[in-house]
């Protein structure tokens, strides 16, 4: 898969996995990730998929409508370069939070659902349910930090309720940020992911 890979100063740290939403490229979140935690590791990467030439990491059918037999696929994908990443370029596989705005962040949620050691921990912004009616494996312990929009016109607020009750069931340590915004990325809500960052992992 395309993607950024940024050796940060602090090898410690976790490796900062940013996932773009639709339309976006790796280039979109990698300010985001300074302000996260400037001292990590960043690897960005691109979503294999396009829809009328705009990048994503999954097919759907319509708005809000996914392609659930893509999404399995794309998801086993991202998870196995994930696995080679970490061999290519040098980090702690289980080290890895993925930063995802809403396409990336559906994905990124997707890993969570499928493959109980993919990610060490998620802040999600503006994502919904990947699937629903599967058995999610054991995140015991798993930190995941949502944020949403109360006027999101995109991805409804049951969406996200439904989403943190589905990870929290699973043994996630989920927390919710509401914002009366629309989709869109605001200041405010990556403000409020870095403090929670720092907090959960950097203390």
């Not at 494996?137 to 607020?157: E, H, M, R, S, Y």
């Amino acid at each position: 898969m395309k993607h950024i890979f940024k050796q940060g100063a602090n090898p410690s740290k976790p490796i900062l996995l940013l996932l773009h939403g639709t339309g976006g490229t790796e280039q979109d979140l990698v300010p985001l990730a300074g302000m996260i935690d400037p001292e990590a590791s960043v690897l960005s990467v691109r979503g294999n998929v396009l829809e009328n030439g705009m990048p994503r990491f999954f097919r759907r059918l319509s708005e809000g409508v996914f392609d659930e037999e893509d999404l399995v696929f794309r998801t086993n994908e991202l998870n196995a370069f994930l696995d080679e990443a970490a061999e290519e370029h040098g980090f702690d596989r289980s080290n890895i939070v993925a930063i995802g705005y809403s396409n990336g962040a559906n994905i990124a949620a997707s890993l969570l659902f499928h493959y109980a050691d993919s990610l060490r921990g998620a802040i999600l912004h503006h994502p919904m349910v990947p699937r629903r009616g599967i058995e999610l494996p054991d995140l015991n312990g798993v930190p995941v930090f949502i944020t949403a929009g109360k006027n999101d016109p995109i991805c409804p607020a049951q969406e996200t309720i439904d989403l943190e009750e589905l990870l929290a069931d699973a043994g996630a340590k989920t927390e919710v940020h509401w914002e009366m915004n629309g989709h869109s990325l605001t200041r405010t809500e990556v403000e409020a992911a870095a403090e929670w960052y720092q907090r959960t992992f950097t203390e």
